[in-house]
């Protein structure tokens, strides 16, 4: 048995190697350079941490957060390894504590921010010092073209000057190819191998509904995910705030998170969260990269992203584990219309062309027809042929109707108010209403008014959101997003040519659903067998001060539910069970398993 394969049995407790990780974790301890593009939870950290433990000297890992680095060095230590941080949440004491560890060689990895590694101190007592690697996590950081780039990250690129021998992994979930072939530059990485795995989770089910009115939507979905973790993302400080009021108000264990909030609420929070104290996260983009925990079974966007990149990002979240999980997102056309207004505001051209760019690809997402896991993949430059069977576009296809009269009405109206009004007027008109607005102009007058009124103002809503995306109408970004008729219109207005249309799927369907009496519905497995090992597990947790899953996660709850092992030896052969933690915890979770 190989070293690498070794460690991965003996200390992490996985029976074998993942989907490319060999090959990358080889190249690496060869001393070769890597880039690793691997979904969330698809076990990149492992790629740097068996070579850290098979090569001579101190790994390096460079990371963005503060909580990233500890979920990290948590988990290490809890399966033996010797892993440590140096970030300013440490007290000075502290700081020398792991500074000596490192110059006496105690520690197999060490984790990073690029300021406080690329400071000339820190490079001059490297100098002195056995590295077994540079590891770059969250590359994407480092591109422009990324979605959350960070100028520190691009300053990486004097490492390769600096330890022209020593190998460098970077390691990303989300780059699409121009992000990539950024990174690879930036950092030096030409000669580099790269590993590129499936942007696919199988086990995510992707859910997009027009929004209408959102919250019940949101609560109508979480009737099916109670007393699981999830994560809500919203778009405004203001709006996390009241969402996560108005869930507390409902009974839910649920907390806001925003950089508007002092460090050490946001700490609590998320120490809550991590350990299972508050069951839903409401949070801005600020929250969430990095974080290991791995029973996040369901991720809702309250708003449309900016970008595809955050979007799956975020989504990765959920289901870590690989146990079945749920992303749903709230469409909803004024959130284009902010997003673009915001993007407009910029002043650099340059910036604006590839954030608009970006912003119609979310849209496509949102608003597609087909299979949303081939759109996404597609995005990304993954070819798939075959329908995924786990969105709502495959498990519920949208019905199509013939659309023609409905879109003459639409645009008719919009060239009879003189292409001067946004979509909630226009709809105002086509339905008949009759406020001050509609009135004083006298647009009750127009042959146009009223002739919509069979249809609700959300089902109006759907249908010019289609009709915008099919590049009939645009809105006005510059002129408060008035709707304005394109020559594409032209023909359909004319009767020369027909046009179908989605129905559009508007309400949840929860209340259809069954509602699964199981936490993982998916799986066959003892309920109440898992339920008595996970209260072992959070009162071990609680007892060590460390978050549920670092002893062990669900899915190795759910492996040792049934496989119901008897034996010490037995135990290692459930799936994420090392020797460490046998030592640690075996006996414990063996006798409720015996009792039970």
């Excluded at 969260?273 to 949070?283: G, H, M, Y």
Aim: proline content about 4%.
């Amino acid at each position: 048995m190989s070293p690498a394969l070794s460690i991965l049995r003996e200390t992490f407790g996985y029976a074998d190697f993942r989907l490319n990780q060999k090959e990358i974790i080889e190249d690496l301890i060869a001393g070769q350079d890597s880039f690793v593009l691997m979904p969330t939870g698809g076990g990149k950290s492992l790629c740097y941490q068996i070579p850290a433990m098979v090569r001579d000297g101190v790994a390096i890992v460079v990371s963005p957060l503060i909580s990233l680095m500890k979920d990290q060095v948590d988990a290490l230590n809890a399966n033996g390894v010797p892993a440590a941080f140096y970030n300013s949440s440490l007290n000075s004491d502290d700081a020398k504590q792991v500074l000596a560890k490192l110059h006496h060689h105690e520690i197999d990895l060490l984790y990073i921010a690029p300021e406080r590694l690329l400071s000339s101190d820190f490079l001059a007592r490297l100098q002195g010092i056995d590295i077994a690697l540079f590891a770059i996590d969250e590359a994407h950081c480092v591109s422009q073209w990324g979605h959350d780039f960070r100028p520190e990250y691009q300053r990486l690129s004097v490492l390769r000057e600096h330890f022209s021998n020593t190998p460098l992994i970077a390691l990303t979930a989300t780059a699409d190819a121009q992000t990539r072939q950024d990174i690879v530059q930036v950092l030096g990485l030409q000669q580099s191998k790269q590993h590129i795995s499936s942007f696919d989770r199988p086990n995510i089910r992707y859910t997009v509904l027009e929004k209408h009115k959102p919250f019940e939507q949101l609560t109508q979905f979480m009737q099916s995910h109670e007393d699981e973790a999830g994560i809500v993302y919203a778009l405004s400080r203001k709006r996390v705030e009241e969402l996560a009021e108005k869930l507390v108000q409902q009974g839910i264990k649920a907390a806001a998170y925003h950089a508007g909030l002092a460090a050490d609420v946001r700490q609590k929070v998320q120490e809550s969260f991590l350990r299972d104290e508050v069951d839903v996260v409401v949070a801005t983009v600020a929250f969430g990269m990095g974080i290991d925990k791995p029973n996040v079974r369901f991720v809702v966007h309250y708003d449309l992203p900016k970008n595809i990149e955050g979007y799956y990002q975020e989504t990765g979240r959920a289901g870590r584990d690989g146990l079945p999980s749920e992303a749903l997102l709230l469409s909803g056309t004024q959130d284009m219309v902010t997003s673009r207004r915001f993007i407009e505001q910029g002043h650099n051209e340059a910036q604006k062309r590839i954030e608009n760019y970006k912003l119609n690809a979310m849209i496509g997402f949102s608003e597609a027809t087909v299979c949303r896991r081939k759109v996404l993949l597609n995005y990304f430059g993954e070819e798939r042929e075959a329908d995924c069977g786990n969105c709502d576009v495959c498990l519920n296809p949208p019905e199509v109707f013939d659309a023609t009269q409905d879109a003459q009405k639409a645009l008719s109206c919009v060239y009879r108010l003189q292409q001067s009004f946004g979509m909630k007027y226009v709809i105002d008109v086509l339905r008949g209403a009759s406020h001050e607005k509609i009135l004083s102009r006298q647009h009750d007058t127009l042959s146009t008014y009223g002739i919509g009124a069979e249809y609700s103002h959300e089902q109006w809503s759907a249908i010019f959101r289609q009709l915008i995306h099919r590049g009939l109408l645009v809105q006005d970004i510059a002129n408060y997003s008035v709707l304005k008729l394109t020559p594409e219109a032209t023909p359909i207005l004319r009767g020369e040519q027909r046009l179908t249309l989605a129905k559009p799927k508007v309400r949840s369907k929860v209340k259809d659903r069954v509602k699964k009496s199981a936490k993982y519905a998916d799986i066959t497995y003892d309920e109440t067998l898992f339920e008595k090992l996970r209260e072992l597990r959070k009162k071990l947790a609680d007892d060590l001060d460390v978050p549920p899953y670092i002893v062990f996660g669900d899915a190795t709850l759910v492996g040792m539910v049934q496989l119901k092992p008897q034996t010490e030896d037995a135990m290692l052969e459930v799936s994420g069970v090392g020797q460490v933690k046998l030592e640690r915890f075996g006996k414990e979770f063996l006798a409720v398993i015996q009792e039970h």
